[in-house]
């Protein structure tokens, strides 16, 4: 809790040395100061992507069956339970907290250490909250956003909310007695892992962002209504911008989306 209360307070005096004014918000109302830099490493993302990330997905979704790589996303999400289940608590939300655990206890056993979703299977909701959302929720407001290198995009808020997740980890603070680097090890192949397959399941979508006119517009815009989104719980808001042209009118970069691509398969 402590670490969470140093967390908000960093979040809240860094957005308020950035409150947006009027004329430095983009159409979409995504405050964005720092857009020349942003658009750099937006291309700077895009040659390693071109270059290494996607070949790699390619090849991964080329040689492993839909079963296989559908158990590695399972796993992963559920070695995430731990954080997810810390943040619903700190957002209060006694029901998430509740579906949470029950998810991590019937996937850790009945579905193999989460290969299987089992939980999905028996009704059980799934959430996907982070530290960003939960600073959201206490009213931190989300600041400039950014893009940062290989990560993609965020914001000042929800850059903030991924250093705390990872203290939220339980796997940051394991130690291994008898080999005191494994626990590095687990680390690093846990991101790549997770980088692979959630790169494979972006696939599509990634392939849709680039068709359009202005890619880093269209990320922009997708990923601040997500996130804003996020953190009403799905609750529907009033678009002022609804009559404006849609130049990214396409798929949000969801996991729901691209567990769709994946069933369709």
Known sequence: MKLAATAALAALTLTACATPGEGSKSASGVYDPL?????????FNEVVDK??????????RVATPGLFRDGVH????NLRQPVVFTNTVLQGNIDASGETVGRFLINSTLGVAGIFDVA????????????????GVWGVQEGPFLMLPLLGPSNL???VGMGADSAFDPLTWIEFSGDPDLDDDIAVGR?????ISTRERLIETIE???????????????????RRAAIRNGEI?????????????????????????TEQE
């Open 35 to 43: 857009e020349g830099w942003n658009r750099n490493v937006f291309a």
């Open 51 to 60: 270059a290494a990330i996607e070949p790699v997905a390619r090849a991964y």
């Open 74 to 77: 399972n796993f992963l999400t």
């Open 120 to 135: 999905s299977s028996m009704g059980v909701a799934k959430h996907q909250e982070d530290f960003g959302q939960t600073l």
């Open 157 to 159: 808020r929800d850059a």
């Open 191 to 195: 991101t790549i892992a997770g980088a």
């Open 208 to 226: 849709t962002l680039r068709e359009q006119p202005e890619p880093y517009i269209a990320l922009r815009r997708n990923y601040t209504q997500q």
């Open 237 to 261: 808001e009033d678009d002022p911008y609804k009559d404006l042209p849609d130049f990214d009118a396409f798929g949000s970069f969801d996991e729901e989306d691209s567990e769709q691509n």
